[in-house]
């Protein structure tokens, strides 16, 4: 069965103080990782897809990263608009190409 | 271009009653998913489609739970009898060949 475990839960920055979040992962066969913001009340909102180890991906602030277990969001100099939920999902090879798995998320808050 | 549209935001019923949830996924994306976000268990997928085919409904709960896709651009998923326990946001997705999903604005569903 697919896994997913995101660390920290919950993350609490001051503005401009980088860090990283953590995404570990169980699967038969990735075929990509994808990396979600999640504002409240909101649906979750794309923000990277990585698929091979070594990758990595940038977004203003934020760049994703991936080994073969782990992969790592990376928040520089992060601005109270960067608070929300960052979601972590999986893709497997033999998911049909479709279904993703979904870690339970980190709440990020940035003060000003 | 026009996200992923859900109808109704807010649903607020009684238990025993039948609750119906739309959903109008991007134009051209040839699959479709329902998901469920609760505190405790995270986004859960319930179901998916492609080409407007159920694929895979092993994460629906129970019979009380259906969904259909009569067409490319309209999809519903159903709960009847509805249960205090079936209480969470309900967010539909599309995406284009497996590929990055959209999600919609959901529907947080409340039974009395």
């Known amino acids: 069965e697919d896994q997913v475990t995101q660390s920290p839960e919950a993350l609490r920055l001051q503005e401009g103080e980088s860090s990283s979040l953590n995404c570990s992962y169980t699967?038969?066969?990735?075929?990509?990782l994808f990396w979600y913001r999640q504002d409240p009340g909101k649906g979750p909102e794309f923000l990277f897809t990585?698929?091979?180890a070594g990758e990595e991906k940038e977004k203003e602030r934020l760049k994703a990263t991936l080994t073969k277990k782990e992969s790592f969001l990376h928040i520089t100099a992060p601005k109270p608009e960067d608070s929300a939920t960052y979601l972590c999902?999986?893709?497997?090879?033999?998911?049909?190409?479709?279904?993703?798995?979904f870690g339970k998320g980190t709440m990020l808050l940035v003060s000003p | 271009d026009a996200g992923v549209i859900q109808s109704p935001r807010h649903e607020v019923t009684e238990m025993g009653q039948e609750v119906t949830l739309r959903c109008k996924p991007i134009s051209g994306h040839d699959y479709l998913f329902w998901y469920r976000q609760t505190m405790m268990r995270g986004l859960e997928l319930l179901i998916y489609?492609?080409?407007?085919?159920?694929?895979?409904d092993s994460g629906m709960p129970e019979d009380r739970f259906s969904a259909k896709m009569p067409n490319a651009s309209f999809s519903t998923l159903k709960i009847q009898p509805s249960e205090p326990r079936d209480s969470a946001v309900y967010f539909c997705?599309?995406?284009?060949?497996?590929?990055?999903?959209?999600f919609g604005p959901g529907t947080r569903l409340t039974v009395t």
């Open positions: 699967v038969s066969g990735l075929r990509g």
């Open positions: 990585l698929y091979s």
């Open positions: 997705a599309s995406s284009r060949k497996g590929n990055e999903q959209y």
């Open positions: 999902a999986v893709q497997a090879l033999n998911s049909g190409y479709s279904t993703l798995t």
């Open positions: 489609f492609n080409n407007n085919v159920p694929i895979d």
